[in-house]
């Protein structure tokens, strides 16, 4: 059981430049995020996903686009790099809406993104 | 929106003494507050919760309180030791795991266990 794990650590882009950020998890979770944290921003919410096949905006989600192909996998995707996105880039995912013990958000180790 | 406050940025404290992190919420509605504790270079981690429902949780060392009134909540360690160095964060969410708007966080504090 790997948890949520996150591919690549590193990246450095170039401005204009595209990639993807990688998220899968093995917990059968159906909710999963990609938040971005900035040094005494805390941690901010970009997209999340209640399900397979569905994505929704979080607080911050200009300039990246998201896909939930498959349930275990969430993507995010920087189309034209800026250096306003240099940041580290966290995923995450939790069970369900329901109370209870089963709904702690489990975070991936990171994505250190820099955009020169 | 929900907007959480966090405080104190930093906090430094001799091993052995308490530490006390405080955080206020905007939004009523919110009703799961948890702490997460991330280690330098790793993702944040899940400490302790609570639930509108109850006004203090504990876990060993730690514990939580929540004065829903007033609209805040504060993390306490007692005992500290060298490992509970890190940056705390807290969190604030409408719905249990945060739900369709996941969780909205403070800024964070860096305690620092000094030996």
């Known amino acids: 059981n790997a948890g949520v794990t996150q591919t690549p650590k590193f990246r450095v882009l170039k401005t204009g430049q595209s990639m993807t950020l990688l998220c899968a998890q093995d917990m059968n979770h159906e909710y999963m995020y990609w938040y971005r944290q900035d040094p005494g921003m805390g941690l901010r919410l970009i997209h999340y996903s209640v399900g397979e096949g569905t994505t929704a905006k979080g607080e911050v989600p200009d300039g990246y686009n998201v896909s939930r192909l498959k349930k275990q996998n969430f993507l995010l995707g920087l189309e034209s790099a800026a250096p306003s996105q240099t940041s580290v880039y966290f995923c995450?995912?939790?069970?369900?809406?329901?109370?209870?013990?089963?709904?702690?958000?489990?975070f991936g180790p990171g994505t250190r993104l820099t955009v020169t | 929106g929900e907007n959480v406050e966090q405080h104190p940025s930093t906090l430094s404290v001799q091993e052995g003494d308490s530490a006390v992190i405080k955080c206020t919420y905007s939004d009523s509605a919110s009703n799961y507050f948890p702490w997460y504790k991330q280690e330098l270079g790793k993702g944040p981690q899940l400490i302790i919760d609570?639930?509108?429902?109850?006004g203090e949780k504990k876990d060993q060392r730690i514990a939580v309180t929540l004065n829903k009134t007033a609209k805040h909540f504060s993390l306490h360690i007692t005992e500290t030791q060298p490992e509970d160095s890190a940056v705390y964060f807290c969190?604030?969410?409408?719905?249990?795991?945060?739900?369709?708007?996941?969780?909205?966080f403070g800024k964070g504090t860096h305690l620092i266990i000094q030996p």
């Open positions: 609570i639930r509108s429902n109850v």
């Open positions: 969190a604030a969410s409408i719905t249990p795991g945060g739900g369709a708007d996941g969780l909205t």
């Open positions: 995450a995912s939790s069970y369900s809406l329901a109370g209870g013990p089963l709904d702690e958000q489990y």
